[in-house]
């Protein structure tokens, strides 16, 4: 009954966790449907809002490299044209790069206390066109034809729209707007003197293609860069998504073990408190029903009465066994058993175990054979609770051999040094796919509900426990109609060695052995002068 209570609970447990997934899933997509319809092309709103904010930062850690480019170019272009035209222009340029840092700084401002993001694409591409422009005047003014002139426009250009482009490469109408106006006055420069010249130098024409072209692949290139800055946000997001997630699954995990710990521990008291309760008046019970079946008081003329006293007894003999295990499993779990460890001899305690179940074998016509290797040194561990061990490990197997059945035990070596118990019966073993249940608390086979053995199914667990305690292995081998052998080891760090044993008898020393040297000489000097004597 309780493992199929378990089983359901664990389903429902399961079923609810893929149903709250599943509601998380749905609320994700529809959350990812809304802002993709909130959104103009396609992205969450949250990602415009970094790429943004990401450009404004670029654009105002710009804030010096700009205005030494344009003095760079400024003092470059005095080779082609006036000085009073190059202030002018450098001027202007300065001016437009100043008045998009206002405007950058303000939307920083602005965006720590509104995430509205209405309009501020279109003026990020009218402040950098704005500067574009005011930067490509540098190829309008006025110039002397020459060819070193027309290379070094040209190659102003590209670093121009190299930077500017991977600069605003976040906001692709931004990036669009910073570069093409360079491009385009450039381009519009030499096709003018293109036509302009009477010569028509072909040179002017290549340059503006070359431009147009370069701009294309700037264009691109920053195409490029947007979509690997959205990807690498999309992954910040997925990661941040799983942090969050994982964290609330680890907060509801700790939750659950916590509830889950307490109700354990709220059990386990129930049933100590409920325990030590009911012991009191089974005492009594068992008490009372002795003295009428040994019939100390008088003698109880009704066979009836004495065979109901008999049941009595019996029953509230495997009721005080049942509450001690609901006792002995209760301390397990709470971590109040403590192991009284000594020194004591396992096939000793093992030998008595088995003298005490002969009765109940001889009983049912079952023999127990023991094979105990001899002088084997003592253990350190708590007897009780060896013995606590073995009398369940011998009382399974006795309930469950049938009539003429054998009982094996055995105490020997392992392999590691350690010392083990084995106990084989002849019964009709255990399925394999009952093994797992039989081991758990209140577990019990199939053979033991349809045999109707009385049993709690706490044995083998109580077992399991305490061999635990002692650092030891507990195994249970089993096959439908082969038997069944359980094993439970103690390591080799609780066997005690044979010390040899101590030669009491003092070894004789020579004389003088152990005194000092002039002691020794005095010795030797009376020993020459008493022989001298004689």
């Known amino acids: ?22 509601r998380r899933e749905v609320m994700r ?17 949250a990602f415009y809002l970094e790429l943004y904010i990401n450009h404004a930062r670029g654009q105002l850690a710009s804030a010096l ?37 206002f405007f950058y700084r303000r939307f920083l401002r602005l965006i720590e206390k509104n995430n509205s993001l209405n309009g501020w694409r279109w003026r990020f591409a009218l402040l950098d066109g704005l500067t574009s422009f005011a930067i490509g005047l540098l190829f309008v003014l006025p110039t002397l034809p020459n060819v070193a002139t027309d290379i070094f426009q040209f190659s102003a250009m590209l670093i121009l729209i190299a930077f500017l482009s991977l600069l605003s490469s976040n906001v692709p109408s931004a990036m669009i ?4 106006p360079i491009t385009a006055s450039l381009a519009f420069e030499f096709i003018r003197r293109a036509l302009e010249s009477p010569q028509s130098p072909d040179h002017l024409y290549v340059l503006a293609g070359m431009s147009l072209t370069v701009e294309i692949f700037f264009v691109l290139l920053g ?19 799983l942090i969050a997630e994982l964290e609330q699954a680890n907060a509801i995990s700790d939750e659950s073990r916590r509830k889950a710990e307490e109700a354990n521990l709220a059990k386990s008291r129930f049933l100590a408190t409920m325990s030590h309760e009911l012991r009191t008046p089974l005492n009594a019970i068992l008490g009372f029903s002795d003295v009428m079946i040994n019939e100390l008081l008088g003698p109880l003329d009704n066979p009836t009465y004495k065979g109901y006293v008999v049941d009595i007894h019996d029953s509230g003999r495997h009721l005080l066994n049942l509450i001690n295990e609901i006792l002995d499993i209760s301390r397990i779990e709470a971590g109040r058993y403590t192991l009284n460890e000594e020194a004591i001899t396992l096939p000793y305690i093992v030998e008595d175990c088995v003298h005490m179940m002969n009765l109940r074998a001889r009983n049912k016509s079952v023999a127990i054979v023991e094979n105990f290797e001899e002088k084997m040194p003592k253990i350190w561990g708590d007897e009780r609770a060896i013995r606590q ?3 369940n490990l011998l009382s399974n197997a006795v309930k469950f051999t049938p009539t003429g059945g054998t009982i094996t035990v055995k105490v020997g070596w392992t392999a590691g040094g350690g010392q083990y118990v084995s106990v084989r019966d002849t019964g009709p073993g255990i399925a394999e796919s009952e093994i797992p249940i039989v081991l758990q608390a209140f577990g ?21 426990a305490l061999v635990a305690m002692h650092g030891g292995t507990f195994d249970l081998r089993s096959k439908l109609r082969e038997g069944t052998e359980v094993i439970f080891t103690i390591p080799q760090s609780r066997v005690m060695e044979i010390m040899p044993a101590i030669n009491e008898r003092p070894r004789r020393r020579p004389l003088g052995m152990g005194l000092p040297i002039a002691s020794v000489q005095m010795l030797e000097a009376l020993k020459q002068q008493a022989n001298a004597r004689l």
């Open 1 to 22: 009954m309780s493992e199929s209570s378990g089983i359901a609970s664990a389903d429902r447990t399961a079923m609810n966790s893929r149903r709250a997934e599943r």
């Open 29 to 45: 997509a529809i959350q990812s449907v809304r802002e993709k319809m909130a959104s103009e092309n396609g992205l969450p709103p």
């Open 65 to 101: 490299i700009k205005p030494l480019v344009i003095t760079f170019l400024g003092v470059a272009a005095n080779l082609w044209t006036t000085r009073v035209l190059i202030t002018t222009w450098a001027l202007i340029a300065i001016m437009a790069h100043v008045t998009s840092l």
């Open 177 to 180: 707007a910073s570069s093409l």
């Open 223 to 241: 195409f490029r860069l947007y979509h690997a800055n959205v990807a690498q946000i999309s992954a910040k997001v997925e990661k941040d998504d």
């Open 389 to 391: 061990i073995t009398l």
């Open 444 to 464: 019990q086979g199939s053979l033991a509900i349809k045999s109707a053995e009385q049993g709690t199914g706490l044995g083998l667990n109580i077992v399991q």
